[in-house]
C-alpha cells in the first residue's frame, strides 16, 4: 500500500488545513490510520489515530477539540485541523497499519506503511 499525503500549507494562527491520505488500492477497513508530526530538531510524535471499526479514536492533549480524524473506510483519510497554533508546524505523515477492529495504535514503529509528508506551517 502506497499513501499519498496531501493538504498542507501555510495558515495564520487560528485557521484551518485538512489534510488527506490516499491509499493507492481501496483498503477499505482492513487498516488503522494514524497521523503523526515531526517538527524541526524534534522527534516524531503521535498526533491521532482511529481504529478499523471508526468506534475509537485517540488523540494527543494538545489537539484535542481542534483536530478531527475520520476514514472513509474505502481509501482515503483525513484530518481536519482547526484553530491551528503555531506550536503546530511541522511536517504531518499519515499512516496505516493492519491492527484487530477497536485497536489504535500510538507508536510509530507499529505502522507499516507511510505517505511522503505533507508541511503544515502556522505562523503568529
Known amino acids: 500500500v502506497q499513501l499519498q499525503a496531501s493538504g498542507g500549507g501555510l495558515v495564520q494562527a487560528g485557521g484551518s488545513l485538512r489534510l488527506s491520505c490516499e491509499a493507492s488500492?481501496?483498503?477499505?477497513?482492513?487498516?488503522?490510520l494514524g497521523w503523526f508530526r515531526q517538527a524541526p530538531g524534534k522527534e516524531r510524535e503521535f498526533v491521532s489515530g482511529?481504529?478499523?471499526?471508526?468506534?475509537?479514536i485517540y488523540y494527543i492533549d494538545s489537539v484535542k477539540g481542534r483536530f478531527t480524524i475520520s476514514s472513509d473506510s474505502a481509501k482515503t483519510g483525513y484530518l481536519q485541523m482547526n484553530s491551528l497554533r503555531p506550536e503546530d508546524t511541522a511536517v504531518y505523515y499519515c499512516?496505516?497499519?493492519?491492527?484487530?477492529?477497536?485497536?489504535?495504535?500510538?507508536?510509530?514503529?507499529?505502522?507499516?506503511?507511510w505517505g511522503q509528508g505533507t508541511l503544515v506551517t502556522v505562523s503568529s
Open positions: 482511529i481504529s478499523r471499526s471508526g468506534r475509537r
Open positions: 488500492t481501496r483498503t477499505g477497513n482492513e487498516y488503522g
Open positions: 499512516a496505516m497499519t493492519w491492527a484487530s477492529w477497536d485497536q489504535v495504535k500510538v507508536h510509530a514503529y507499529e505502522y507499516d506503511y
